[in-house]
Structures are given as structure tokens and as C-alpha cells.
């Protein structure tokens, strides 16, 4: 069974901050997605990264895939209130497994104004 | 037009009943999931159907039952409701089996008293 783990489980931080949310595994991924989680809503895509070392950018958002596929990081320059929500990261494994993503339990962000 | 649409919203009702969760998507996707999500926010496959056909079935009690009447649909009807079924159930599409871009619906609450 391939796990994700995610840190920190839970983060509260003032409007402007920077944050990091990571997402670890002990297992190699042919990809990582991160969703983001508002409430009474369903997780919407924000990024898939494919590539060892990969950085993707999403105007304050910036996402990294481990070199070794294994693990990812989402950082979040100048946190704004409508940042605030549920960060789940997702990998989709290699061969048969490919058929469904594994899930972290998430980071609930909450930026205060 | 909402792009996976799910019915009911919320879901209340006692132990031992029968209930069904309705699930439609409107954007021509292969394959269509069913999601648990509990208390704790953890995501976890429950089913996926590719084509009307079923591909993932996960450790789930056959209390609960997916059908599949054309690949634009994905309902699932669970028997003799226990008190540990209560949950956030999000059904989900991609466009193909592997394809690991998720698209949710806004979920069903269900509690079960």
C-alpha cells in the first residue's frame, strides 16, 4: 500500500505570510497532484507534476516534485484569506496501480486577515 | 452547467435503512469514482467504473453497491446503513482510466443516526 503523509496537518498563519506544505512517501510515483478542499465543496485540481525535480508556479503558489518522485512540496508566498482551505496532495503510482490515486490526509490552511 | 452533479446534498436517516446517492457528469468522461471521505478528512477510494465497467473495487462491505447505467452515470445504493457509514461520499470522473485529473462533485453528506 503506498501512503502519503502530509505536514503539517494543520496550519493558521496571518495574511502576508509564507508557508510550506509537504507531502511524503516511502514509495516512488509516476506523478503527484495537489487539490485544494473548500468547504461543502469537492477537491478541485491545482497542479499535476510528472517529472523528478519538476517546479510548477501558479502566480503565488509554487510546487516541487521530489528528484526521487517520492515526495512533494506546495509553498505559498504572501498567504491571502482566499487561500484558506483544505491541501490535499494525490500520487498516482506506477503499473497497475495507476488506476487510482492515493491520497494525503491534508493540510487545513486557515490565513487570517 | 455543473460538471459533476450529485444528489442528495445531505443525507439523514436511521440505522438500518437503505439509501441511494445519485451521480451524473456532463463531460464525457471514460470513468467515474466513488469517494468516502470521513471526520477526519481522509480520502479514500471506494469504487471506480470505466465504461459502465467496474475496475476498482476497495476493501468496501457489499452493503454498498455502485451501478453503472451508462458511463455518464454512477449511482451508489447502500444497504442496512450503519452509524460507521456516515461520511462525505464525492463522486468524481476523469477522462480516462489512468488519467490521474480528478474532476468532484460537491459531495453528499450522509449521517446516520
Known amino acids: 500500500t503506498q501512503l502519503l503523509e502530509q505536514s503539517p496537518q494543520f496550519l493558521s498563519i496571518q495574511e502576508g505570510e509564507n508557508l510550506t506544505v509537504y507531502c511524503n512517501s516511502s514509495?516512488?510515483?509516476?506523478?503527484l497532484q495537489w487539490y485544494r478542499q473548500e468547504p461543502g465543496e469537492g477537491p478541485v485540481l491545482l497542479v499535476t507534476v510528472v517529472t523528478g525535480g519538476e517546479v510548477k508556479k501558479l502566480k503565488r503558489l509554487t510546487f516541487q516534485f521530489g528528484d526521487a518522485r517520492k515526495d512533494s512540496s506546495l509553498h505559498i508566498t504572501a498567504a491571502q484569506p482566499g487561500d484558506t482551505g483544505l491541501y490535499l496532495c494525490a500520487g498516482a503510482g506506477s503499473g497497475g496501480s495507476n488506476y487510482k490515486l492515493t491520497f494525503g490526509k491534508g493540510t487545513l490552511l486557515t490565513v487570517n486577515p | 452547467d455543473t460538471a459533476v452533479s450529485q444528489t442528495p446534498k445531505y443525507l439523514v436517516t436511521q440505522m438500518g435503512n437503505d439509501k441511494s446517492i445519485k451521480c451524473e457528469q456532463n463531460?464525457?468522461?471514460?470513468?467515474m469514482y466513488w469517494y468516502k471521505q470521513d471526520s477526519k478528512k481522509f480520502l479514500k477510494i471506494m469504487f471506480s467504473y470505466n465504461n459502465k465497467e467496474l475496475i476498482i473495487n476497495e476493501t468496501v462491505p457489499n452493503r454498498f453497491s455502485p451501478k453503472s447505467p451508462d458511463k455518464a452515470h454512477l449511482n451508489l445504493h447502500i444497504n442496512s446503513l450503519e452509524l460507521g457509514d456516515s461520511a462525505v461520499y464525492f463522486c468524481?470522473?476523469?477522462?480516462?482510466?489512468?488519467?490521474?485529473?480528478?474532476?468532484f462533485g460537491s459531495g453528499t453528506q450522509l449521517s446516520v443516526l
Open positions: 514509495s516512488v510515483f509516476s506523478s
Open positions: 468524481a470522473s476523469s477522462q480516462v482510466l489512468a488519467s490521474e485529473k480528478l474532476f
Open positions: 463531460l464525457g468522461h471514460d470513468t
